[in-house]
């Protein structure tokens, strides 16, 4: 098994709290902009919470390889908006700390030598600059959309 930074354990831990909380996050907007009628969005919004289940899935794999049971107990909550424009704020804020967090942890892997973990939180990273990327474009293109 594994040998287990405490740093690194810290680490797994926020981020399984962060992405469990992007689940929410997401999923939460994806059942508002639907009783709004936005259905395309809807569909979009819920695909992210599947991405953000997937990258808690990532971590929960590796603290078992590591030996330590997942624990998050506390999720962020769930800010809510009166428009998709608003809650495109709130992601892209959010996906900012998840880019935030994910930095620190390849920094301090990369610090410590170790491999494994900064292959998986540099993978993660990578793929929140992606989603970062996108909603910013999705809100350019909404917003050129009402004007
Ligand atoms: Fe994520
Ligand atoms: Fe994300």
Redesign the pocket.
């Known amino acids: 098994m594994a040998r287990a930074d405490q740093k690194v354990l810290g680490y797994l831990g926020r981020a399984l709290s962060l992405e469990l909380s ?1 689940v929410q996050l997401y999923s939460t907007q994806a059942s508002l902009v639907a009783s709004w009628g936005l259905h395309q969005p809807a569909k979009a919004l819920r695909e ?1 919470a599947y ?2 289940m997937s ?1 808690a899935e990532r971590i929960i794999q590796r603290m078992l390889a590591v030996g330590v049971a997942p624990n998050a107990s506390r999720l962020r909550p769930t800010a809510l908006g009166g428009s998709l424009d608003e809650l495109l704020d709130i992601d892209i804020r ?2 900012r700390d ?1 880019i935030e967090l994910y930095s620190g942890a390849v920094e301090h892997c990369q610090k410590i030598g170790d491999y494994d973990d900064r292959m998986l939180f540099k993978d993660l990273l990578d ?2 600059h992606v ?2 990327h996108q909603l910013i474009k999705w809100q350019a293109d909404l917003r050129g959309m009402t004007q």
């Open positions: 992007a992210e991405s953000e990258h959010f996906e998840l793929e929140e989603h970062h």
